[in-house]
């Protein structure tokens, strides 16, 4: 059973860099099937697309982040990571990182992690 | 503002159908079969419940199911039950340029 899973600070101060890493067990990143990728939520909010990373590096990105956002992917560890710089109280938010069949077809997602921007 | 407009509530009793509208542009919607319902519940990650308009996953039962017609793209509920209360969201492919957009989000209430 695919199971994704984030990790990284709880805390990031604004204007600072928020850091994620998203861990992959039970199948391989290196698949050609699917693009892996970032959603936040922020609280009591809806669902906002991030950005998506297909296993070769090519990267897709929400153009009203994508100044500030870069994804990677580590196949060698089977991680991908989120990095969203100058944040903001406005990018407190729950991040999920996911499973993309296509770019819209979202099947596995992560459990979630708060994020909170704070000084 | 999210790009694509969803009633922010609906409600039905236990057996009863519920349709919730997701309504977008010719530049999302409907320029694209490529349309996706998630049910969200309280402090859960979202599930995915239809995908390409009118797909369901292995496991999703069939009381889910989902359409377009124009700019505009429905999920129908058919013999509510107790636990589809949840949030509903529905997520459309927008162009190369704008990516994926998301509707606000619509609050099932199961009467």
């Known amino acids: 059973q695919l199971q994704l899973q984030e990790s990284g600070p709880g805390l990031v101060k604004p204007s600072e860099t928020l850091s994620l890493t998203c861990t992959v067990s039970?199948?391989?990143?290196?698949?050609?099937?699917?693009?892996w990728g970032w959603i936040r939520q922020p609280p009591g909010k809806g669902l906002e697309w991030i950005g998506s990373?297909?296993?070769?590096?090519?990267?897709y990105y929400n153009p009203s982040l994508k100044s500030r956002v870069t994804i990677s992917v580590d196949t060698s560890k089977n991680q991908f990571s989120l990095k969203l710089s100058s944040v903001t109280a406005a990018d407190t938010a729950v991040y999920y990182c996911?499973?993309?069949?296509?770019?819209?077809?979202?099947?596995?997602w992560g459990q979630g992690t708060l994020v909170t921007v704070s000084s | 503002q999210s790009a694509l407009t969803q009633p922010r509530s609906v409600s039905g009793s236990p057996g009863q159908s519920v349709t919730i509208s997701c309504t977008g542009t010719?530049?999302?919607?409907?320029?694209?079969?490529?349309v996706s319902w998630y049910q969200q519940h309280p402090g859960k990650a979202p599930k995915l419940m239809i995908y390409d308009v009118s797909k369901r996953p292995s496991g999703v039962p069939d009381r889910f199911s989902g359409s377009k017609s124009g700019n505009t793209a429905s999920l129908t509920i058919s013999g509510l039950q107790a636990e589809d209360e949840a949030d509903y969201y529905c997520?459309?492919?927008?162009?190369?340029?704008?990516?994926?957009?998301f509707g606000g989000g619509t609050k099932l209430t199961v009467l």
């Open positions: 997520c459309s492919y927008a162009g190369s340029y704008t990516g994926v957009v």
């Open positions: 039970g199948g391989s990143i290196s698949s050609s099937s699917y693009y």
């Open positions: 990373i297909y296993y070769s590096g090519s990267t």
């Open positions: 996911a499973r993309h069949v296509t770019t819209v077809t979202t099947d596995y």
């Open positions: 010719s530049s999302d919607v409907g320029g694209y079969n490529y």
